[in-house]
Structure formats: C-alpha cells, structure tokens
C-alpha cells in the first residue's frame, strides 16, 4: 500500500475520506471515498475527541469498503484557524570551488527556516518550498546540479497551535488511524476546485462550511493567505431561530427548503406555518422574513471576508473569487452578493478530480492529489506535536525530517 495516499478532512460537520493513488499516466486515481457527519467539533474546535474519533472511524471504513484496502495512516488537514502561513526567506553562499549546487546546500537553507521563531504555543508542522533563486534567477523548483555563487530560497514555514495538533492527532489515533502528516487547508483546497491559470492570474477561495470560512488567497500559483473566520451556515440556521423565534430544526428546515440569499429572488411571498420556539403552537411567518435573515448574514460574511483578503492582501484577482462548501454557496443569490461586495467574477466551485462528485469530499481529494503532485511525502514535512519544553529535542526531529524528505526529493 506504499502508493496509496489517504486524505482525511475533518469538517465542522462532517468526516470526509479519500483513498487514492497515482496512476501510471502520473493522474490520481480515486479508489474510495467516505463520509460522516460528525457532532465533535464547533467552530472549527475539536470538543469531543471521541464523538470525533467516532466519525472519523465511520468515515476511513465506508472508503476502506470501496476501496477494497484496509488504511493504516493518512493525511489530515488543521484549518486556518489554528494555523499560521508565515513567509522565510533565506540564503547561503556556495563555498565549493566548482560553484555547483549541492542538496547540503539545499538543506541549510531548510535548517534555517526550520529555526525560525515561533511563539511558545505553536509548532511547526510543514515548511514548503515556493521557489529557489539562483543568483538573481528565480522561480527555479530544484535548483541541484546548477552553478552559482548565492542560491536563496523562499519557503512557507506552517506553523500550527499545539493543543490543536494534539486534539488532531489524538482523534485520528483513537480511531486507529497514524497521521502521516499534517496539510494546512489552504493547501489542499484548491487542488480539487481551482485551475492553475486562476491560481496564476490571482484567485479568493473561499470555502463556507458549518461552522466556520475558509479563505484562500493564491497569486501567482502560490498561495498567500490562508485565514479562517468561526462563522458559517449554521450560524444562519441559529440567525433565523433567533429572529423569528423558532426551532433550531424548523429554522435549518426552512433554509434546506427554500435555498435562498436574496429577498428579490422570492417568487411568492406566501405565509408559511413553523413551529414556535416553545414547540407548544403553529404560527405563520412570511417567507420574505426568514430570508431577509439569511440576506443579512451572507453579507456579513462576504464583508468579513473582502476585509480580511484587501488588508492582508491588497491588489487585483484577475480570476475572481470561486465559493465552495455547502454552507452557503448554494444558496440562490450568494454568487451576486459575492459580487456586488467584492465587485469581480464570482463562480460556484465543482470538483476537478474524476470520481469526486460533490463538494464534501474536495478538501479530503485536494490532500491526495496536494501529496502525490509533491511527489508524495518528499517535499511535505510534516512533525507532530511535542511538548513545547524539550525545544531541542524538537528542532532535532524537525531537521531529521527535513534531511530524509529531502533525500526522497532529489534522488
């Protein structure tokens, strides 16, 4: 099973597994999939680790079923709100007298940005190569066997909270599953959705879920910004039990039932009979009520968003922003209030992976087809957690991990 990547994607509201493999024509090729809801988690935040585990469980056996294989390990992603994306640049002279470039050289250039500073809550768990420069040359991917004087290198140091990397790792091993390595969202996310011309012409991904927004910001092929906000759909649902003093069943009910984001887009304001909030009587509410409710959170969010992405990330998008998730995405009128807030191209993301059919399974895929195009586990480095006391301890194994990748990468 050494060709085999699995790709857990623990969701707000649901587990989803993918079990894959590249083919020989270099595609991935997807042998299982599997989901389950899950009630462990709120706002992105494991509270349950057995609910958790449980579903996780649930989810790796109906992929392992498919797929005909049983899964020993997996990749699992940690959400932008546990992580930071933190830009390192480095560099070091080539002191050899031929002026070739060697993997020693390569690998002090990730010694360097494995030490980095970090606060003392925080680990690294993933340190990704964006490019080489070669005395002046960039955009270079491997640069060994070349010559010159300086080679600098520009990484993605990924640096994720230690209590949730535990709360991660503990729910995949409770279920029986290793964490091969830990995926920061922003990265596999657009591997499943996005085109590589919209990565290059600029793209805002922004991937609305259960309890919380995945934004991810990519420019030039890279990504940029990856930030999450602890909102989502089912902060519509409780919008609307609020507002309208009703159940939080019949609120979720009446959203599935009319898939509506905008007040101009109802074609009949009828009155519709809900149940009250005490569950004792009927009464009637009129459908313009309920989403005008939904109009208003959507905005927000979309607000929220447009903020987070121009402060932090300021220029042109010339691909525009693509919505996933179910959370709100698929609600009629999200793409024109996307628009109209950040006034460029919206479109509702669809899968890009052949046998994926819906948007449940594309964080889990991303994390398959993110690992094999990186040639599997060669250029992802990936640590657990470790207690934050024995420093040194860490920073040995974190090295140790990046010399072995390393060593799979370039030979």
Known sequence: M??????????????STVIGKTNNTGEVEILGKGIESCSGIKKGIIVDIEATSNSIQSSV????????????????NISGLHVDIINHKTYTNIASDSREISRHDVEKLLYAAGTISIPDDSEIIDVVPRQFIVDGYD?????????????????????????????????????????DGLIAEGFAAGECILLPDEKDMGVILIDIGGGTTEISVYKDEKLVMNRCLPVGGDHITNDLSIALKMTYAESEKIKRQFQLALTTLIKNDQEISVNDLSESFKKNIKVSDAIEVIEARVYEIFSLCKDLVYTNC????????????????????????????????????????????????????????YIARQDKEASTISIKSIPKANKKVRERTFLKKVISALKDFFY
């Open 61 to 76: 056996k109906k992929a392992e079923a498919q797929a005909e294989l049983k899964v020993g390990s997996a990749y699992v």
């Open 139 to 179: 955009g270079i991917n491997d640069p060994v066997g070349m010559k010159g004087t300086k080679l600098e290198g520009d990484f993605d140091v990924v640096v994720g909270k230690i209590i949730s990397i535990q709360n991660i790792v503990r729910s995949m091993e409770k279920a029986g599953i290793k964490v």
């Open 314 to 369: 300021p220029g042109s998008y010339g691909a525009g922003v693509v919505l996933s998730g179910n959370g709100i995405s698929t609600l009629d009128g999200a793409m024109q209030i996307a628009y109209d807030i950040f006034d460029i191209p919206v479109r509702v993301a669809a899968p890009k992976v052949k046998n994926i059919p819906t948007l449940d399974y594309c964080t889990a895929a991303g994390m398959v087809k």
């Open 2 to 15: 050494s060709d085999v990547i699995v790709g857990v994607d623990i969701g707000t509201s649901k587990v």
